[in-house]
């Protein structure tokens, strides 16, 4: 009756990279992804296409109902409405401060509308700076236009 | 003892720019800044150094008292801790979804530290698309290491 | 400086509607969009292309200025996370029961996505049956499926 | 002393789903009742009468006390006050966004009074769309009409 | 554009009640209604039908707009969660302890359902005592038993 | 060092009762007391004087450290703010709709005070209807005076 | 319209009580009752008899009103869950602390019930102590007895 | 790697206390200290000085390392932020209604400053009444003065 | 009966010294206290001895009762639990983060108490260094000790 | 597949300091660290470099694996949003008291910005003083300014 859940299947990917001493980098190489999405979906908050599934599962030597639990649609819960790392909290503060400015300019460039979410990619990426080097963070969102019916 | 306070301050801006057409994009070239940086300046988010609370004042006809009240520090509050328009609300979302993520490369590709919020800028842009144009969201903040001692 | 504000129109919609004795059914029609569209456009929770707002101010004697209050996209705000009216509870109370499994169906239908909130469109109708009338809702949101890059 | 408990069923339930491969539809079909109810039901958010209790334990091999268990009143539970999960969030805006609005046109339509989320029953399909196909839900209440005494 | 609310309603109420030394009991009486009835209907937590809605009008000299007023459906609010007024904790008290066996006596004694609070009323009375009066309170609500479908 | 918690013997109250096919009415006639009360002290809502709590120890098949337990006042507690079950938060919203009612009667009727919430009983009734059969709560509760000094 | 409200009696109170250089002491001799029920009923925390309401009238010179408000049954509200002010917040911790040791001790020395907060008064006192003088609360109320039915 | 824990010790104490059919009282007078210093200091809400650790662990035959863990400065953590039982609700109440009172007649007899509940102690008796025994709480805690610098 | 209130005379003395271009550093020369005791008393942290707000009230040109006002013991109210403005979250952080290792660190020096924040003082200071100057911030608090008796 | 977790790193490192009689300032000197880092590491509130980690372990006898997963980032972590433990709660009553004068003074030495909490030291030490020692907290934290682009 104790079947594999999707924590155990997330604490064994952990425990497999740790012990092989791999990077994120290095298993999103591996299965041909970017590393953003990689690890959101190692973490349960992507489902996996099969063939990645199988792909991480082979990298890692997970067993193979693993690659099942992560073609699964995740409910993605957080459990902190404001999160208290320091480094999580830095970009809750940027929505705080930032977010009405960004909706004012998505709707001055296109109209009554929002960014998805959903059809949405992102990539974190170093920005050599002789100031200090930099954490430079793209997100990209379809626009979404509200109805009128 | 009736003092100009910053929310009128607000509050006059979008009238003006209300009254007079003007976009972000056109007050933001108008003082030589970033629209991002512009409209949260405006909204309270922000101080404005000297020249550029001169500049808007100027440009949208405010009081000359104005231009004081734009320099000082101003204390950034918002009120929703989870927040309810559908636009802003997204911004939260990716917070909660992919915040683990972008700690989680932050220190592989860092080391251990967090991204600046205070030194810190952001562009919001348009990138046409044949499926559906897409909001492009760039935030640069330099890298900070946590300290032992 | 005291201009018209968005609850000022949101205000004077109720007053008029309130003395020439109109329903929203009938305001709908006389701008020619649905009831639902149309009572949620005028409480500040959707923005009116130019032609109804144009028309909804001459359909209710509303000064000239409501109807470009009526065209800009609004901060959509509810202050109760859990709403307290009645009539209003049960649909959250709905979410809470039946979330997970409209989830669950989504899922299996479509794939790992989500049902828009952004395109969506709804309606409320009477039903009637000799038990006892029943509201019927119809909701209906675009498949947004999720990327994964 | 460890009798089961209605979380071991609903783990039981979803067990056996995944290793036989079953949809909700199918589980649905063959105890002849809807794909939504059923889900709900075996997620422990209704109530089972005992010829479907006693037809999802056969359909699923599980134990005869489980059929006991489905018959009970379950106290219904959700612990997130505003859901994280995208997908239900979704509902949960449209809540917010469109409450008031429901509100004003059920009171337009019957009275003073609400819709029932008890003598209620709500169905989930897939409509095909060219621009994109789309989720549609419809639920179904009873006017219920507040007393005066 | 300064219409009459409801707020004004119900203070003009309290106060024309407090000039002329009345009790809910006696306007209960002059109205034909009962005084758990017409004091929330009073409050802004009930609609009241056109003849009661005048009666009490006419009874406590409002003016006409009030008795439009008193017809419309209210939206029911109430801000504090847990209510800090020792009358009302009290009752708050009670459903938190007691809630759970009034649901289990509730499905012992009708099946799987509930008391509606909207097809509902309520009587306060004394009762003597010679330990010390007593507080009862009689509620009665419709049994509304969940669909399956 | 394992022993016996409260929440061991309301468990073991539950257990024996569904594999006794006994009822609350039934346990509490055996007991000699109210099946409202007796269910809540088999909850762990309220302390049993020592001749109940070893009746029903010896009516359940309890063992003789369980009449110890159930003797022991308990802490009560209840962990949702606003109960989510449809049943209890019917109840809960009676408090917020019309707990200032009861409030403004019991100030009416026996000055400033309130009603007991320990000094208090109550039941649970059915009552035959043809329009639906009804619940019927009657709760009582000693009216405390407010001291002054 | 604009009747005396009972936030208003309350800064009267305050404000003549500043200007004659009164204390809360002095107050409460002058109408013969206790300084801590004299502030408390003064703050719109108790009622007032109805020749006590007069005596403060008198004493501090405010309009006849004031005394028929100072009569009313108060609702009582504090809006801070967690109280900020460092004097109350002790306060706060204090029942955080000791309140399970309290109620321990009331179980072991009068069985199962509590301390009424109603039949309730109260002392605040300094004591002179050569290592810093101390304040000291008293309270008193009385022991109200869980009923069993 | 399973050390005894705090909540072991606490737990063995409750343990022993009733398996040895002991009171608070009796425990407190067996190591020479006040019965709520003694249930607080068990509970973990106060640290023991290193002759009482060893008294309560020879009283009680508990384990020689509960006597290091009973010296700990322990970790005060309360998880409600308002009580839910009745008997400490009420303490909680009392802060609420009368906080603002025993602040201002601190401050009246004092000056600007608070009671402190470090330097703080407490007892709970029984006194004996015709109209019903009461419950007396006396605290009594150090008057610290702010600092001006 | 609008006597001057609190919230006036800080926003007094906030216009008095934009107007007059003064710093709190002169403020607190001018008055022979420290700046951030100066600051604090000014927005209505502190109480002042009667010479210092006579001498803050010279110093700016408030009007005499403002003298009084500052001289009596503020209720001091933060209203929001996690402070969104960045420079004082920054200081909630290092509560969360440092604050288990404060309490630690104090234990191991003086025993089981506290630092007060009541007999307490702070500065702050710039540090120039050639990496970027530091914000230097001390504060110095009597050690309380707990009480066991 | 049972891997150790930090919170295992932390239980280990409190036992074995237990049982070695170590005292936090020893552990540091022992692995030339700062006391305050040395605590804040080994609760998982900080990061160590690789000899720290190792030194450590050594130090304690730890398993190997321990050193690795102590040089891992940590989520940090708390749960309290106000924390109850008296000592930390003086540190956050400090935080809400003089939060803003900090704020204040910051940018009156430095300009728009705040105080890292990153680039971030703190020391805390124990001041004799014949009035009663005091415990002095030392923090010194980079100054970032805001960017303007």
Redesign the interface.
Known sequence: ?S?LTRE?VT??IL?AK?QAGL???GIAEAIG?????T???A?G?????AD?AEAITATLGLPQEAA?ILQE?P????S???????????????????????????????????????????S????E?P???????????????????
């Not at 992804?33 to 999405?37: A, F, K, N």
């Not at 908050?45 to 296409?49: I, V, W």
């Not at 974190?124 to 920005?127: E, F, I, K």
């Not at 100031?131 to 019916?149: F, H, P, Q, T």
């Open positions: 009756m079947a155990d604490s064994m425990s740790r990077t994120w980098e992804m970017s590393p953003v999405w690890h959101s979906a973490m908050m992507n489902a996996m296409p990645k099942l649609s409910t993605k819960i957080w902190q409405t404001v999160p208290t790392d320091p480094c999580i909290y830095r970009l809750y503060e940027v929505v705080g401060v930032y977010g009405p400015t960004i909706k004012a300019l998505i709707h001055e460039k296109f109209g009554d509308g929002i960014m998805s979410a959903i059809d949405f990619d992102m974190v990426t170093r920005v700076n100031k200090g080097d930099r954490v430079k963070i793209e997100m990209s969102g379809k626009y979404l236009s509200y109805n009128a019916w």
